[in-house]
């Protein structure tokens, strides 16, 4: 399993932080496909990268207890046209 607990991340722009994760919880058991979904900017790739271990949370805890390798499985879709969403392709 591999489990956030009250995981923060942002990063330095110009005129101060974009927080990308506040305080996320959230537990992911072995045996399931997960995925992640959300429009450009919104910490995905952060995600990703925090729960390989990449990268570190500002705060919060991450507890691994499995192996990991990055990427985890990265799979990359097309950018279809604004306002589209995956719902039609589910």
């Known amino acids: 399993m591999i489990a956030l607990e009250n995981v923060s991340k942002a990063y330095p722009m110009t005129g101060g932080r974009k927080i990308v994760l506040h305080n996320a919880t959230a537990a992911f058991v072995p045996g399931h496909n997960y ?36 990427p985890l499985g990265f799979g990359g879709t097309f950018h279809g046209p604004p306002g589209n969403t995956p719902v039609p392709n589910l």
Do not use: C, Q, W, Y
Request: aromatic share 2%.
């Open 35 to 70: 995925g992640v979904l959300g429009i450009n900017g919104t910490g995905k790739s952060t995600l990703v990268r925090l729960l390989a271990g990449s990268e570190m949370p500002d705060r919060g805890r991450i507890r691994r207890h499995v192996r990991v390798s990055f």
